[in-house]
């Protein structure tokens, strides 16, 4: 009972007086770009956008878009929640309503919005809910957070048209994901930036569902 007990209670959304109080200040993390020498948090080159995205564990997922051409930097982190700051151990008990996601500086007139939704729904099965895999939590449910109004537009149009093409492959489950405009995000602790460059034998959890996406 105790186990089935933590298990609902990581994939239920707390409410703001049972979330976890956080900290006023941000958490230390790296300055740059452990792959490409840029800085995390700015400035970035003028014209660039910013685009949020979670889909399981930000470690695989962030190393998805830094290999993408246009990309100018990534960085993990938590948004979508209440608590204010979170660690990475009160994110995983559920308590703070944080997707781990990833942030995406790019360059539109390399890469499109359009191409980035492409590998956001190819990359992991926007399916599962409060898990991806065997990773099971709040903390890893689908989302796409918009800092646009055209990436907002863009986004659901593309789940409207991907979820036809799960119809098509007779897929039978429905997304999950959630698509908002872009709360906070809270950069994750040094040691999660660029996890699998430095650690190339590490877990990655992630996987798509085979079914192709033609949005980008």
Request: charged letters at 20%; glycine letters at 12%.
């Amino acid at each position: 009972m105790f186990g089935l007990d933590m298990l609902t209670k990581k994939t239920r959304m707390p409410t703001r007086e049972t979330a976890l109080p956080g900290r006023a200040g941000a958490l230390p993390t790296a300055i740059h770009h452990f792959v490409n020498g840029h800085p995390l948090k700015g400035p970035y080159p003028e014209g660039h956008e910013k685009a949020l995205f979670a889909m399981g564990c930000f470690w695989g997922v962030e190393r998805l878009f830094w290999q993408r051409q246009g990309v100018w930097v990534t960085a993990v982190g938590y948004a979508g929640g209440i608590t204010p700051n979170p660690t990475y151990e009160e994110t995983v008990t559920g308590l703070t309503g944080h997707a781990e996601t990833v942030l995406v500086v790019y360059d539109p007139s390399v890469v499109r919005y359009g191409d980035l939704l492409t590998i956001f729904w190819e990359g992991h099965d926007p399916t599962q809910g409060m898990r991806q895999g065997n990773d099971v939590g709040t903390t890893y449910r689908s989302a796409i957070y918009a800092t646009t109004d055209d990436q907002l537009r863009q986004a659901k149009e593309s789940r409207k048209a991907y979820q036809a093409a799960l119809d098509a492959a007779s897929f039978a489950q429905r997304i999950t994901t959630e698509i908002e405009e872009a709360p906070e995000f809270f950069f994750a602790e040094d040691y999660h930036q660029q996890y699998l460059a430095k650690n190339p034998n590490g877990y990655c959890g992630v996987r798509g569902t085979g079914v192709s996406c033609a949005v980008g």
